[in-house]
């Protein structure tokens, strides 16, 4: 963790979403120069091991920027799991993409722009 070289930025699906969220956390919490510039989660789900309440709170929000994207007919990582993760970031610097098909990363134009448009943010 106190390499920063790779903290510019982060995308994490799955269980690689939970981990980068994890990060997140524990970057901004950690008095090392880390900075991570914006994360982008694929159906994403928050960690349900009590030893990362206090990263993944409700309470103490992860301020860095962030994209959620999940699809609406997902039945590997349900919406609501997604959506539980997407509660752990501050709601002033995460994006929401949601799409009405299942466990993927969508490629239909609305979704494609939308993941580009945040991505352009931080070029």
Same mark, same amino acid.
Not at 55 to 68: E, F
Not at 83 to 90: A, K
Not at 94 to 123: C, M, N, S, Y
């Given at each position: 963790?106190?390499?920063?070289?790779?903290?510019?930025?982060?995308?994490? $699906?799955?269980? #690689?979403? *939970?981990?980068?969220?994890? @990060?997140?956390?524990?970057? +901004?919490?950690?008095?090392?120069?880390? !900075?991570?510039?914006?994360?982008?989660?694929?159906?994403?789900?928050?960690?349900?091991?009590?030893?990362?309440?206090?990263?993944?709170?409700?309470?103490?929000?992860?301020?860095?920027?962030?994209? $959620?994207?999940? #699809?609406? *007919?997902?039945?590997?990582? @349900?919406?609501?799991?997604? +959506?539980?993760?997407?509660?752990?970031? !501050?709601?002033?610097?995460?994006?929401?993409?949601?799409?009405?098909?299942?466990?993927?990363?969508?490629?239909?134009?609305?979704?494609?722009?939308?993941?580009?448009?945040?991505?352009?943010?931080?070029?």
């Amino acid at each position: 963790m106190k390499d920063t070289s790779m903290c510019g930025k982060s995308k994490g $699906h799955l269980k #690689g979403a *939970a981990m980068a969220a994890l @990060l997140c956390g524990e970057l +901004l919490n950690d008095e090392t120069s880390a !900075d991570p510039r914006f994360v982008m989660m694929f159906s994403g789900f928050r960690s349900t091991d009590k030893q990362h309440d206090s990263v993944l709170s409700d309470v103490n929000k992860i301020q860095v920027p962030s994209l $959620h994207v999940f #699809g609406k *007919a997902d039945q590997w990582v @349900l919406p609501e799991r997604s +959506l539980g993760l997407l509660e752990c970031f !501050d709601e002033n610097t995460r994006e929401l993409v949601e799409h009405e098909r299942g466990h993927l990363v969508p490629t239909d134009a609305e979704q494609r722009i939308k993941i580009k448009e945040f991505i352009g943010k931080f070029l």
